[in-house]
């Protein structure tokens, strides 16, 4: 016998795990709210001036987590007065989730740009960097132009990355070239500058491409990203998932090796078959004796070997190419082994 046990069922005896989350989560909802009218009578010298004593209270020995209530509290009226928009209570629930390091899952329009902004600034606050890691090019420029003007009022630095450019948030830089304003104010500036913001736009590939980069420097100076702290990742399903099954490669142009293969080639096509031995059925091709010094003397004769013996070190990509050639002239058949 078999039993099916609902899911309201096992709430009932087990309880919901995230009601307890959400409940928890509420009540720093209302610690944040109940700041709202106090920080509503602030200057903005005096609100900008709250990230300088965040950084401060944070080099005494403060947690992040202490200062989650102010902080939100002081991104919420940033964003009122640079944006016009306020967070809803869901939004400051969302961001709390996201700081703990846990999948936010938001319906369309609940405004999931803005949440980013509350869990982005407070955790740029210790100085290590905070990325936000979307799908696309477009949505990272117009996301960092749009939430960079949050972060510009309260003090904080944005950067860009995106395939071949970088950008800096710059509130007196204006490109008028783009008919959405919300690229304006994105200024080009270098790898390292965007990289060293407080806060860092980019897509999930060029993070990527850049991190497979930097292992490849010679020096530390050279390299752009500096060591993780914090990432918001959005379209989490997206990125992770369908995205990850994309592998991340770099290459790099091969050197032109057309005059050995025709050189080699050459040689080949006067071997006799006392010169080798093949198995047809393991694919496989071995000079014999008087092969291998057939193919030294005729390989020294055109100059595509360094010495007397084939298999040197040096020699290693032109017995490479010779085993190639052997197959290629003995072995294989236009339109039977390929076309």
Request: glycine share 6%.
């Amino acid at each position: 016998m078999s039993a099916i046990i609902s899911t309201k069922i096992l709430k009932r005896v087990l309880g919901d795990p995230q009601a307890g989350t959400i409940k928890r989560l509420r009540k720093r909802a209302k610690e944040i709210n109940a700041l709202s009218d106090k920080y509503k009578k602030l200057s903005d010298a005096q609100l900008k001036a709250k990230t300088t004593e965040f950084k401060q209270r944070l080099e005494k020995g403060a947690k992040l987590d202490e200062l989650l209530p102010e902080a939100f509290a002081t991104v919420r009226e940033a964003a009122t007065r640079t944006l016009g928009q306020r967070h809803y209570d869901v939004q400051l629930i969302g961001g709390m989730v996201l700081h703990e390091g846990k999948a936010a899952e938001m319906k369309t329009g609940e405004g999931k740009t803005l949440v980013a902004t509350l869990p982005l600034y407070l955790n740029a606050l210790e100085g290590k960097g905070a990325h936000l890691v979307t799908v696309n090019d477009y949505l990272v420029r117009r996301d960092a132009g749009w939430m960079g003007q949050i972060y510009d009022f309260l003090g904080l630095t944005v950067g860009v990355v995106i395939p071949d450019e970088s950008f800096i948030y710059d509130r007196e830089y204006t490109d008028a070239s783009h008919s959405d304003q919300r690229l304006h104010h994105l200024k080009p500036g270098s790898r390292q500058e965007a990289y060293s913001a407080d806060i860092t736009y980019g897509t999930n590939n060029e993070f990527g491409f850049d991190y497979l980069r930097d292992n490849m420097k010679y020096r530390i100076e050279n390299m752009v990203q500096r060591p993780f702290n914090f990432a918001i990742v959005d379209e989490v399903d997206s990125i992770l998932i369908d995205e990850a099954r994309t592998p991340l490669i770099i290459s790099g142009p091969t050197d032109d090796k057309s005059e050995l293969y025709m050189g080699v080639d050459v040689i080949v096509k006067q071997f006799v078959e006392t010169d080798y031995e093949k198995d047809e059925k393991q694919k496989s091709i071995v000079l014999t004796e008087e092969g291998t010094e057939k193919a030294e003397r005729l390989l020294e004769e055109a100059g595509l070997i360094e010495g007397q013996n084939l298999y040197d070190i040096a020699n290693t990509q032109v017995v490479h190419h010779l085993n190639q050639a052997l197959k290629a002239n003995t072995m294989f058949r236009r339109d039977i082994d390929y076309i």
